[in-house]
């Protein structure tokens, strides 16, 4: 069992108040590392895990590329399904980037790539729109992910090098990172000195205020205590941004299969979201929380202003 140096905190980690609100208690599904609580910001509402992880004692949370940030693909059906909706996801980006000039095409980082499926994605879309991308991925381990290796196309430099490199980016894509990330304003705020002026970044999160998160508690699997430190809604989201000196252009509802894993957990069953039941139960999972006007997953578009 994996051992964590732990930390409680008295106050907000982004505006600083002591008002917080304690929302639940559950555990560590996945790593079984004990339980965590979530809090709640009385003034800008964000909310995060509490006690946490100390950032130091981060890396090892993720040693084994083993947790749900993770997923198997062990069929060849749910791989094709994954990189279908990652084709989706990187439709509106690409148009946006795409429609400005790059007489000598566009930089983009791929950050806190986990299996390397979105920088994949830019692979496929580079050769359908007949665009010069030069992809860099970067996340905690020194070797590229397996499903990286061998793709010439994609540069894989190991976080602690890519924070000294001398590059910059006309966008960088955080899919799911930045609710792993201690301190999100400190994060945005330094892939800002990353960014071309007028450069962007494409941010998705899960969605805490879901139909879903209500219905299952502490086994909402979009939870994942305590690999993910904050739990977004679009204000503090859009708060977040701000805070790390960025311009929020909008923030848009999405949707990913979340009920496998919740189900799971809250049966005690190994259930995958991109499995029979997760795939089987999405059309649900959107039309509730469609219904409801809510969603699953927020994607945040934020620009750098020159
Ligand atoms: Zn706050």
């Known amino acids: 069992m994996t051992t964590l140096q732990m930390e409680t905190l008295n106050a907000c980690p982004l505006c600083g108040t002591a008002a917080l609100h304690h929302t639940l208690t559950a555990p560590d599904y996945e790593s079984h590392t004990g339980d965590y609580g979530i809090d709640e910001c009385g003034d800008c509402g964000a909310a995060f895990t509490n006690p946490r992880p100390v950032e130091a004692d981060l890396p090892k949370l993720y040693a084994q590329r083993s947790t749900v940030d993770f997923p198997a693909l062990d069929s060849g059906l749910v791989a094709h399904l994954r990189d279908f909706a990652i084709d989706r996801y990187l439709a509106d980006p690409l148009r946006c980037l795409n429609s400005a000039p790059a007489e000598h095409g566009l930089d983009i980082l791929d950050y806190g790539c986990g299996d390397g499926a979105l920088a994949r994605g830019l692979v496929r879309a580079a050769r359908k729109h007949g665009r010069g991308y030069r992809i860099t991925a970067t996340d905690f381990h020194d070797a590229a992910p397996p499903r990286l290796a061998g793709i010439e196309s994609i540069r894989y430099v190991p976080q ?63 939870y994942n205590l305590p690999r993910h430190l904050f739990h977004f809604d679009a204000r503090s989201l859009t708060g977040a941004i701000e805070r790390g000196n960025l311009r929020c252009e909008r923030v848009a509802l999405a949707h990913t299969p979340l009920l496998g894993h919740s189900l799971g957990y809250l049966l005690s069953r190994k259930i995958q979201n991109t499995g029979l039941v997760g795939v089987a139960t999405y059309p649900v999972q959107v039309a509730v929380d469609a219904l409801a006007r809510t969603s699953s997953t927020l994607r945040a578009t934020a620009i750098a202003d020159g």
Request: net charge positive; aromatic share 10%.
């Open 160 to 222: 602690a090098r890519s924070q000294n490199e001398d590059v910059r980016y006309h966008a960088i894509f955080l899919r799911h990172v930045v609710e792993h990330h201690p301190q999100p304003d400190r994060l945005i705020r330094e892939l800002k000195t990353r960014l071309h002026p007028g450069g962007r970044l494409f941010i998705e999160v899960p969605n805490r205020r879901s139909v879903w998160a209500r219905a299952f508690g502490g086994a909402y699997c979009a």
